[in-house]
């Protein structure tokens, strides 16, 4: 099998001396959190203002860290404070233990709207595009409606959706659903489908990312030159997503841009991303603190993967079709451009 590896001291290898030091002091930090939660389950009274006063604490300065690292982008530190609730309130909805499947899905869907506006929705420029739609309305005449928004096809439209299986499969019909909704010419981005993984047998401080290429699907003439766009809901490490781009590099594939879209990501695992990659912004809706020993985000949200497929059995998994079937008609009516795009890809390596 024709597998590409990367190991955790690789990535380690692109954080700075600073980045070393302000991790640090998050996981000091998170370990005084840790000491409140047993007080808070038991309903202390200075517990509650104890765990507010430690998460401000934390998020300054994470506040601070992504001040100094432009290319992180957290919703909550840059959107104005009237956004702020929507994000918070949609965070903890998928966080929630008591959150469903089909109410997760919703909210991932919510999340990604919100991510496409952080990276796309401010742009500044004059340019307008205009849309006339046809409306039911036919008394006294047919009537049609005319609406504009901010002209942004130079900014989508030279776009590749990769698709770093499994969890990222809906996230990525999403945006690139958000890009067609955008774009003047109806674009409908390509895909790119990577089959890669964690080893499971690590812990986070030798963890190993594992890329099968026998089981990934892309054209490499389809990257070169493009802005490509991740859309995985969780980003714990960065691994993946630098495993995937530091192999198309080395194959002579030279990407225009690098966008990574998660719904939550670790402060280490951006760092990582934005130290490892040229050209690459990380979006997210809300940034945590800290991984646990296997490489888990704390205080996260569990698997988003399994939350929003269910979880498989170890000795079948589902595939991308098993998957798509799975999620029913109305998913697959909406995003019937998508699929076609899905489909082209894996069919167009056979």
């Known amino acids: 099998?024709?597998?590409?590896?990367?190991k955790a001291d690789e990535l380690d290898g692109y954080l700075s001396p600073s980045d070393r030091e302000n991790l640090a002091k998050l996981d000091d930090l998170f370990a005084k959190t840790l000491g409140i939660f047993p007080q808070f389950q038991l309903k202390n009274?200075?517990?509650?203002?104890?765990?507010i006063s430690s998460y401000n604490e934390m998020g300054?300065?994470?506040?601070?860290?992504?001040?100094?690292?432009?290319?992180?982008?957290?919703?909550?530190?840059?959107?104005?404070?009237?956004?702020?609730?929507?994000?918070?309130?949609?965070?903890?909805k998928l966080r929630d233990i008591g959150t469903e499947n089909h109410e997760f899905v919703y909210y991932i869907q919510r999340a990604y709207e919100m991510l496409f506006k952080l990276?796309?929705?401010?742009?500044?420029?004059?340019?307008?595009?205009?849309?006339?739609?046809?409306?039911?309305?036919t008394r006294p005449e047919q009537n049609y409606a005319v609406h504009k928004i901010t002209n942004i096809d130079n900014k989508i439209e030279n776009t590749v959706m990769c698709v770093l299986l499994r969890g990222s499969l809906l996230p990525s019909m999403i945006m690139s659903k958000e890009i067609e909704e955008y774009s003047s010419h109806d674009y409908v981005t390509p895909f790119a489908l990577f089959k890669i993984k964690r080893n499971e047998n690590k812990k986070e401080?030798?963890?190993?990312?594992?890329?099968?290429?026998?089981?990934?699907?892309?054209?490499?003439?389809?990257?070169?030159?493009?802005?490509?766009?991740?859309?995985?809901?969780?980003?714990?490490?960065?691994?993946?997503?630098?495993?995937?781009i530091k192999h198309?590099?080395?194959?002579?594939?030279?990407?225009?841009?690098?966008?990574?879209?998660n719904v939550i990501s670790a402060l280490k695992g951006s760092l990582r991303?934005?130290?490892?990659?040229?050209?690459?912004?990380?979006?997210?809706?809300?940034?945590?603190?800290?991984?646990?020993?296997?490489?888990?985000?704390?205080?996260?949200?569990?698997?988003?993967?399994?939350?929003?497929?269910?979880?498989?059995?170890?000795?079948?998994?589902?595939?991308?079709?098993?998957?798509?079937?799975?999620?029913?008609?109305?998913?697959?009516?909406?995003?019937r451009k998508q699929l076609r795009e899905l489909e082209n890809t894996v069919l167009a390596n056979y």
């Open 45 to 51: 009274p200075d517990a509650e203002n104890k765990l």
């Open 205 to 244: 401080n030798d963890m190993e990312y594992i890329l099968d290429l026998d089981r990934s699907f892309f054209r490499p003439e389809l990257l070169d030159g493009k802005d490509l766009i991740f859309a995985d809901p969780m980003n714990a490490t960065g691994g993946s997503l630098v495993t995937v």
């Open 119 to 137: 990276a796309w929705g401010g742009l500044p420029g004059t340019e307008k595009n205009y849309f006339i739609v046809k409306t039911p309305v």
């Open 273 to 335: 991303v934005v130290r490892a990659l040229e050209n690459c912004d990380v979006y997210t809706l809300w940034l945590d603190p800290v991984l646990n020993d296997d490489a888990y985000i704390m205080p996260g949200l569990g698997d988003a993967g399994d939350r929003i497929n269910g979880i498989d059995s170890e000795a079948n998994p589902r595939n991308i079709i098993q998957l798509i079937a799975d999620y029913g008609s109305g998913i697959a009516n909406l995003y």
């Open 60 to 92: 300054a300065l994470m506040q601070e860290i992504c001040r100094k690292t432009p290319q992180i982008h957290v919703y909550s530190f840059l959107m104005p404070q009237e956004s702020h609730p929507e994000a918070s309130r949609v965070i903890a």
């Open 1 to 6: 099998m024709d597998k590409i590896i990367l």
């Open 248 to 261: 198309l590099v080395k194959s002579g594939i030279k990407p225009r841009s690098i966008k990574f879209f």
